[in-house]
């Protein structure tokens, strides 16, 4: 078992107070927080070995460029890429997936077939939306059932011939909905088409296998996984990678240039234009170090017991409706609700004077909402470092809010 004071202790805003009261973050869906060993890392960095990386022959520019691919490596091993160079430092999981739908834009033609699920985040509908637009190309959507879990007969009657490429999230932000992947690369596959996994949500909780997945693209951002914000990673195969064109144009990302023609460098760098945030990319090796240290086996145990007793304790108060599935094995540590007759944002507003906080809304997930036919759901994200303790806390607030609102 994971002592969880001790961990707790590595995590200096977890000590403070918000309105007077300790703080509760059961937010962790949008960010996680930070270990000291995180935000030492950013300081030793600029402290240290400040410099511009793969230009100088200096030895600070050497030592912050080793740091760098250094990071690279462990986040390659990480999730068992079989190339560094199949992984690229992006600015978050939006900027991944707008890179592919850039370079998608060179292959698709009018009439193609994009698959998108009902239960993705904005910024995996929106690119696809404006690359259709763009290209002529037409987006399917895989529905999902009252369980909040996509209706995989129907995913099948999607595919075809026509099919390019089909976009998913591994674990849904607004219902923590764990979804087959594998099936749904494998199954897309049989098809000839390429497989983009948004793994923004599932990184913090468990190790994507890459290979074992067989994915064409895999997505994901640095802040949610205990490393800093602005930092994110884009897996993408070999082959895909070589034949998609840049995403910007600028330094680092050539190979040669001259007002005639300008030919590119090689992987990753074609698509590593300009400075990138290189504190945050070393950093985000630190915060991947510091989960592996604590094993994602027992993350998954602290956070499974979270999950059932959060569901357990509200479950008890009166009018409360959890959206997503009942099976608890096929979710993750989210629980999404409504209390009968109140507005999420009004539940949020009380329980934050008592520290404790929550998300409220659509979550930048409104096709879920509107499927629900509700404006939002207050939604609670907890991660391995919250405790039962706090679960209690939470649950004595909203009873109290419901008081006061009804």
Not at 93 to 117: M, R, Y
Not at 204 to 218: A, G, K, M
Not at 270 to 295: Q, S
């Amino acid at each position: 078992m994971l002592d969880i004071t001790k961990i707790r202790a590595d995590f200096p805003i977890l000590t403070q107070k918000v309105n007077g009261k300790p703080l509760v973050y059961f937010d962790n869906g949008a960010t996680s927080q930070k270990p000291q060993v995180v935000i030492d890392a950013i300081a030793k960095y600029y402290s240290e070995i400040n410099a511009n990386i793969h230009r100088g022959v200096h030895t600070l520019s050497q030592l912050a460029t080793d740091a760098y691919e250094a990071s690279r490596k462990k986040i390659q091993n990480h999730i068992n890429a079989k190339f560094a160079h199949e992984v690229l430092f992006t600015s978050g999981t939006t900027f991944g997936i707008n890179l592919v739908t850039n370079g998608f834009a060179s292959i698709l033609k009018s009439g193609d077939e994009i698959l998108v699920s009902a239960l993705e985040h904005h910024s995996n509908i929106v690119p696809w939306q404006m690359l259709c637009e763009k290209t002529g190309a037409i987006l399917k959507v895989i529905p999902m059932d009252e369980n909040g879990e996509l209706i995989l007969s129907e995913f099948d009657k999607l595919l075809s011939e026509n099919t390019k490429i089909v976009t998913v999230n591994h674990i849904s932000n607004a219902l923590g909905t764990i979804n087959p992947i594998k099936y749904i690369i494998d199954k897309s596959h049989e098809f000839g088409a390429a497989v983009l996994i948004d793994g923004a949500q599932a990184v913090p909780h468990l190790r994507p296998d890459v290979q074992e997945l067989n994915c064409d693209f895999y997505v994901f951002s640095g802040h949610k996984m205990c490393g800093p914000t602005g930092t994110g990673i884009l897996y993408g195969k070999e082959s895909w990678l070589n034949k998609l064109p840049p995403y910007q144009g600028g330094g680092e990302m050539i190979k040669e240039v001259t007002f005639e023609k300008t030919t590119y460098a090689d992987l990753p760098h074609k698509f590593e234009a300009g400075t990138p945030n290189i504190a945050g990319g070393i950093v985000l090796g630190t915060a991947v170090d510091y989960l592996n240290e604590i094993g994602f086996e027992n993350i998954q145990k602290q956070e499974r017991a979270l999950l059932n007793y959060g569901t357990e304790k509200l479950l008890e108060i009166e009018g409360l409706k959890i959206y997503g599935p009942q099976d608890l094995n096929r979710k993750t540590s989210v629980i999404s609700f409504n209390i009968d007759g109140i507005h999420p944002l009004d539940i949020g507003t009380i329980i934050d004077k008592k520290g404790i906080a929550v998300r409220t809304g659509h979550h930048c997930a409104q096709p879920i909402m509107n499927f629900f036919c509700i404006p939002g759901t207050i939604r609670a994200s907890f991660s391995f470092y919250n405790t039962k303790e706090e679960i209690d806390l939470m649950v004595d607030a909203i009873k109290k809010a419901q008081i006061m609102l009804s």
